[in-house]
């Protein structure tokens, strides 16, 4: 124990022996070298210089004004000369009378039967996918019976739905409609629903 005091206050002479150094040096120091040198830059003359601001030279003359903007004139307004044209007035001609009734036309729609075609196969990935709904297409019968055309009115909400049911309806033949017992081209309409099973 008595070994640590010892060790404790060596310590402690060193550290004053080491700071009270650092002051000599630092009294040193500022005595001899550093107060001359900061005195003699104070004592040199400051000097100063005034300096007056440039003005820049009045100008001689005014700038031109800018030339003016020249614009087309609008044509000139010509009036439309007054014609007027007196049309005779005559009473309305009748050309021909005839106490012939004319024949009423007697029309029958197409026959639109989904029972007659083969049902369109359900497309796989639609199968796959768990697709279901109610398609409307319209679809113009030809006078021989056959689709011309299809569009979708109501889709199915699956595009592939759709083009099946326009691709099997291609494939039907329909019964066409008839204007005084002649077929004629007819538009009709077909739901197809699609529901697995």
């Known amino acids: 124990m008595s ?12 550290g004053l022996v080491a700071v009270v150094a650092f002051h000599v040096v630092l009294v040193y120091a500022l005595v001899h070298g550093l107060a001359r040198k900061i005195v003699e830059v104070v004592r040199q003359p400051l000097e100063t210089k005034i300096i007056e601001e440039i003005k820049a030279p009045p100008p001689d003359k005014p700038p031109p004004p800018p ?6 004139p609008p044509p000139p307004y010509i009036p439309p000369p007054e014609v007027t044209v007196q049309v005779p007035v005559s009473a309305p001609t009748i050309s021909a009378v005839t106490s012939v009734k004319p024949p009423e036309e007697y029309r029958t729609p197409a026959v639109v039967d989904a029972n007659t075609c083969e049902k369109p196969a359900y497309p796989a990935a639609a199968r796959r996918a768990n697709e279901t709904g109610i398609v409307r297409l319209t679809f ?22 759709d083009e099946a049911a326009r691709a099997g309806l291609s494939l039907c033949k329909f019964k066409p409609a ?18 697995l099973e």
């Open 140 to 161: 113009l019968i030809d006078v021989d019976g056959k689709v011309l055309a299809s569009k979708v009115e109501r889709t199915s909400g699956s595009r592939r739905l």
């Open 178 to 195: 008839t204007l005084n017992g002649r077929p004629e081209r007819t538009w009709g309409r077909i739901d197809y629903v699609w529901k």
């Open 3 to 14: 070994y640590a005091v010892q060790k404790d206050s060596s310590r402690r002479l060193t």
């Open 67 to 72: 030339p003016p903007k020249l614009t087309t």
